[in-house]
């Protein structure tokens, strides 16, 4: 077993719920293919019972991963957040130093490989995008996903970004804390009019089978991310895929996330592909 001095030996991911979560498997499966003495579970924390747990977690020298409805009380709990986790106002990753809570959020970085690998993508057949003009890219929501996104787009700029939510004040406020003009959207429809990519960064779809936004309100060319992570294709990237739209779903953000969450803990890289193989 690989000895790393200091590195946390459990893991886990706080969410609420978080039975679904697919992170156990494919951290457990980088920690065995590093050969790493550790584990990594999900545990289920309601808000209330949040405060009391990170402070056990913080005795036993705990680190992991936060998600859905957690991640901006923990920005708010840390001792120290880096930069990105403070623009973003949410941690998705955390570790102890020296019993004090630090948070980071690698979400950002996911996003950053997720979008890059869509937009380089070959065209399926539709016209290709004017690489001269800026990217325009719609979001749809604007939760803690879509603030890790607006940062993340910030590194393919020239961009021009337009946010459609159902509370137009979280739109706002994510919006302002970017160093990029960002367009607040009153109608889901002309939102992705003139989009060359629109990412849904709500639940729609999770379960059942419902469309974030209608396939014939997207551009021809359009490609199409959708980060709900989920084995099976959403209804909504399986109708926009028979129209000819070039889609990623969100299994490469989460191990992109994943990923970047095992650098902080173990300062190794992790085997990639022992994580995509353990989700198959
Ligand atoms: P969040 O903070 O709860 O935000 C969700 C957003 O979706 C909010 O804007 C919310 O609007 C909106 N929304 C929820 N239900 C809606 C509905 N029925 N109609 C219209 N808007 C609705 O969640 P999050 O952390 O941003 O996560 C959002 C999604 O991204 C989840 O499916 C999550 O699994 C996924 N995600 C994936 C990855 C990945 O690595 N692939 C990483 C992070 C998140 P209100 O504010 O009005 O409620």
Known sequence: MTNISDAPTRLVLLGH???????????????????????????????????????DLARAGVAGNITIPHKEAVAEACFKRTDLAQRVGAVNTFWHEKGKLIGDNTDVAGARVAIAALINAPPAGGEQRDTKSPLRVTILGAGGAAAALLVALESFAPVAITVWARTRDRARA?????????TIANDVNSAVADADLVINSTPIGL?????????????????????????????????????????????RMLIEQ???SFERWF??????????????
């Not at 994510?174 to 960002?182: F, P, S």
């Not at 059942?208 to 084995?231: E, M, N």
Request: net charge positive; charged share 20%.
């Open 17 to 55: 719920p978080v039975s679904h979560s697919l992170s156990p498997i494919f951290q457990n499966a980088a920690l065995k293919s590093a050969g790493i003495s550790a584990s990594y579970d999900a545990l289920d924390v309601a808000p209330a019972a949040l405060d009391g747990v990170l402070r």
């Open 174 to 182: 994510i919006a302002a804390r970017v160093n990029i003009k960002v």
């Open 207 to 251: 379960t059942g089978t419902d469309l974030p936004v209608a396939i014939a309100a997207l551009k021809q060319s359009a490609r199409i991310l959708d980060l709900i992570p989920r084995a099976a294709e959403t209804e909504w990237l399986r109708a926009c895929r028979a129209q000819g739209h070039v889609c990623e779903d969100g299994m």
């Open 258 to 260: 994943g990923a970047a």
């Open 267 to 280: 300062h190794i890289v992790p085997d990639r592909a022992s994580m995509w193989r353990s989700l198959r």
